[in-house]
Nanobody
């Protein structure tokens, strides 16, 4: 059964750092581009960062230079190191394959984790 579990959210002050982790199961990570997405209140979900199996990365302009995505295929884990956080980084963060993994023809998403940046 495909599953993404994304613990690691929480409250952080502006300028702070936080590391998110994502445990993927039910499929082999090696074959996929993996990404972090986020959805801020009242906004659509957006791609934040992605990483290929070979380690090539790309980032949304809004997080470039502040966020770092990484993966550990041996553990089926994906990480997002967030630094120099801003209040506008407040969102629910999700990991997923890119393109989005489908189950019975429908996009599958985990529960995500809320990251709040506030003083």
């Amino acid at each position: 059964q495909v599953q993404f579990v994304e613990p690691g959210g929480g409250l952080v002050q502006p300028g702070g750092s936080l590391r998110l982790s994502c445990a993927a199961s039910g499929f082999t990570l090696d074959y996929y581009v993996i990404a972090w997405f986020r959805q801020a209140p009242g906004k659509e979900r957006e791609l934040v960062a992605a990483i290929t199996n070979g380690g090539s990365t790309n980032y949304a302009d809004s997080v470039k230079g502040r966020f770092t995505i990484s993966r550990d295929n041996s553990k089926n884990m994906v990480y997002l190191q967030k630094s120099s956080l801003k209040p506008e980084d407040t969102a629910v963060y999700y990991c997923n394959t890119n393109p989005i993994i489908k189950i019975r023809g429908m996009d599958y998403w985990g529960k995500g984790t809320l990251g709040t940046v506030s003083s």
